[in-house]
C-alpha cells in the first residue's frame, strides 16, 4: 500500500473516531471554570510588580515580559474562555500536562482542558492604563470571574508612598503607627520621642529593603528600632536602619534642664519621607501659683487653685500632679484634693467628682494648668498650706507656699453703677459687692439667683440663670460680681437685686440726649466771655 493511501485510511479512521467521541477535543467529563480558579501566576520582577494575596490585581509595568495567566485552582477536564479588554493581547500559550488552551484571537484565548498541570496564557501590555481579564463559560459570555491589571510606565517597588505608608509620632515606645496624626508632638522632660513609621510602596506593600536615614538639629540624639520596644538612646545626631515593616526612631533631647526643639528629618535611599518638629520641655525648677478662688466655710472642695510648673529657664513646663502636704494643713484649710497635673494643652475638669459642679464652670471648664481643690474649716479668712511635686529627671523635690482663702455667704452687699447719669442707648456695668458675716468677701462659689435683677429703665444684656452651667457668668470672684445693662428710657430709676433674702438699689438718671435750656444758656455765656478776652486783647494791641 502506497504511503499516499496510507494517509487517506489515517485520516478516515480519525475521522469516524471523532463523529463517535473517540477523540473529542472537549473531553466527556468537561466542566465549566468556576469563580477563583484563573489566577496571576507570574512572579518575576521583569514581568510584574506586585500581585494582591488572591492574585486576581496586579500591576505590571510597560515593559513587561509577559504576565502568565493560568486555571491553578481549577480541576482536571475543566473549560472557558479568558477575554482581554484594555491595552493588552495574548501572545503564548503552554498547554501543561495532558491540558490544551488556544489563543482565538489577541483578545481571547479558549481553554478547552484544564489537564492535570494547569494550562496558561502570556498576556503581554501594549500601553499604560488597565487591563480586565473576563472569565467566562462561553465566548463573549455572562462573566465568571474577572483580573485586573494595572499597566505603569514603571514599577515603584519599595519606593515611599505617602498614601500608604504610616508616620505617627508618640512618647510611649508600644504599639505601632496607626495613622499620620500624631499622638504626642511635645515631651515631658525625662521622655523620649518616638517616631513610628511603616514604611509601605505604591502597592501598598512594606517596604523591607534599602536605607533609612535620620537626622535631628539642635544636638537632639537619635536611634532606630523595633517598633513596640523600648531601646537605648541615640549616641549622634544621624542614625542608618534598615526598614522593616514597623519601624521607630528614638529621639532625646542634647540636655533636659531646659525646654529646646529639634527637626528631625528621615529619609529613604536619599529621598526625604518625613519632617517632624519635637518640644522637649525642660525639667521641673518651680511651682508657680496662678490663680486662688477661694472657698465656702465648712464645705469640702469649693476652694481651688491653678499652678504651673516652670524650668530653670522660667518656661511654663508640663510634669506629674503636685500633693498636699498633710503637714502644712489647719482648721481653716484641712486637707487638698488633686484634680489634674499641668499639661501641655487644655484639658475637660468637667464632671470631676471632686469638684463642685458650679464650681466646674466658674474655673473654666478645662484648662492646662495643673490644679488642686482644698476643703475649709468653719472660720472665714487666709490660711497658709504648702504643696509638693518631684521633678522627672532628677527627682528633686519642689514646694510651694499656698494662700487659701475661706469665707461664708451673703449676709450683706451693696449696689453701685458705673455712672451717676447715662444717655439712652449706653451700656452700663451695674456690681455687687457682698460680704459674709466675718466682713470678708463671700466665697467664689457665690451665685447669682435667677431673676435676682431688677434694672428700672433698661434691659440686662444677659439673662441670669443661676445653674450651674452659667456659674462661669454669674459667681461672685474677690465678693463681687457685675452685669451689663443697657439704657433704655429717659428718667430717674433704680436697679433693685435680691439676694438671699436682703434686698439692695442704687439710683441714677437717663437722659435723652437732647439739649437742654441750661446747656444752651451756658454756652452762650462761655461765648460771650470769649469774645470779650478777644476785645480786650485787641485794644491792648491798638494802645501800642
Known amino acids: 500500500m502506497s504511503i499516499k493511501t496510507l494517509r487517506k485510511r489515517i485520516a478516515l479512521v480519525a475521522v469516524s473516531a471523532l463523529g463517535v467521541g473517540v477523540l473529542s477535543v472537549t473531553p466527556a467529563f468537561a466542566a465549566a471554570i468556576v469563580a477563583n480558579d484563573v489566577d496571576i501566576t507570574s512572579t518575576a520582577k521583569t514581568a510584574i510588580c506586585t500581585v494582591d494575596s488572591d492574585k486576581e490585581i496586579a500591576y505590571v509595568p510597560l515593559n513587561s515580559a509577559g504576565v502568565v495567566i493560568s486555571p491553578a485552582n481549577a480541576a482536571d477536564g475543566e473549560t472557558g474562555f479568558m477575554t482581554i479588554s484594555g491595552p493588552g493581547v495574548w501572545y503564548a500559550e503552554s498547554d501543561g500536562t495532558a491540558g490544551a488552551i488556544n489563543i482565538n484571537s489577541q483578545k481571547e484565548a479558549e481553554i478547552t482542558d484544564v489537564g492535570s498541570t494547569a494550562v496558561s496564557a502570556t498576556l503581554l501590555p501594549t500601553g499604560v492604563g488597565t487591563i480586565t481579564v473576563t472569565i467566562s463559560e462561553t465566548s463573549g459570555g455572562v462573566a465568571i470571574d474577572a483580573l485586573t491589571i494595572y499597566v505603569q510606565a514603571a514599577c515603584t517597588n519599595a519606593a515611599w508612598s505617602s498614601t500608604y505608608s504610616l508616620v505617627q509620632m508618640s512618647t510611649t515606645a ?5 495613622s499620620n496624626v500624631d499622638a504626642n508632638t511635645s515631651t515631658t522632660a525625662g521622655t523620649p520621642m518616638y517616631i513610628k513609621l511603616q514604611p509601605k510602596d505604591g502597592y501598598n506593600v512594606a517596604i523591607t529593603a534599602g536605607t533609612l536615614f535620620a537626622s535631628a538639629t539642635n544636638g537632639a540624639t537619635v536611634s532606630w528600632g523595633a517598633a513596640a520596644a523600648g531601646f537605648p538612646a541615640g549616641t549622634g545626631s544621624v542614625a542608618t536602619a534598615t526598614p522593616t515593616a514597623n519601624h521607630q526612631l528614638r529621639v532625646d533631647p542634647a540636655s533636659s534642664a531646659t525646654t529646646s526643639t529639634t527637626t528631625v528629618t528621615i529619609t529613604l535611599n536619599g529621598t526625604a519621607v518625613a519632617t517632624k518638629t519635637i518640644t522637649f520641655h525642660g525639667e521641673q525648677a518651680s511651682i508657680a501659683i496662678v490663680k486662688v ?9 469649693t476652694g481651688y487653685f491653678f499652678y504651673q510648673y516652670k524650668d530653670s529657664a522660667g518656661n511654663v513646663v508640663p510634669g506629674s500632679a503636685a500633693a498636699f502636704v498633710a503637714a502644712s494643713a489647719g482648721t481653716r484649710i484641712t486637707t487638698g484634693t488633686s484634680i489634674k497635673a499641668p499639661g501641655t494643652s487644655a484639658a475637660s475638669i468637667l464632671a470631676d467628682g471632686s469638684i463642685a459642679d458650679n464650681v466646674e464652670y466658674a474655673a473654666g471648664q478645662a484648662t492646662a494648668n495643673g490644679m488642686m481643690m482644698y476643703t475649709c474649716g468653719s472660720s472665714s479668712g487666709e490660711a497658709k498650706f504648702t504643696i509638693a511635686a518631684t521633678s522627672t529627671v532628677n527627682s528633686n523635690t ?4 499656698v494662700t487659701g482663702k475661706c469665707n461664708g455667704g451673703i449676709t450683706s452687699y451693696t449696689v453701685s453703677t458705673d455712672k451717676a447719669t447715662y444717655k439712652v442707648g449706653e451700656i452700663a456695668t451695674i456690681t455687687v459687692d457682698a460680704k459674709d458675716s466675718s466682713g470678708n468677701p463671700v466665697s467664689d462659689n457665690t451665685q447669682l439667683a435667677a431673676s435676682s435683677f431688677s434694672i428700672g429703665g433698661g434691659t440686662a444684656t444677659y439673662t441670669i440663670l443661676g445653674t450651674d452651667a452659667a ?7 474677690g465678693g463681687k460680681v457685675s452685669l451689663k445693662a443697657q439704657m433704655t428710657t429717659a428718667g430717674s430709676f433704680n436697679t433693685v437685686v435680691q439676694l438671699a433674702g436682703l434686698s439692695s438699689t442704687a439710683a441714677y438718671t437717663i437722659t435723652d440726649g437732647a439739649v437742654s435750656n441750661a446747656e444752651v444758656l451756658a454756652a452762650i455765656v462761655k461765648l460771650i466771655a470769649s469774645i470779650n478776652k478777644q476785645i480786650k486783647a485787641l485794644q491792648k494791641s491798638l494802645k501800642r
Do not use: I
Open 398 to 401: 519642689l514646694t510651694q507656699e
Open 174 to 178: 508600644a504599639g505601632n503607627a496607626s
Open 293 to 301: 478662688a477661694s472657698g465656702r466655710t465648712s464645705t469640702a472642695n
Open 471 to 477: 456659674a462661669g457668668s454669674e459667681v461672685f470672684s
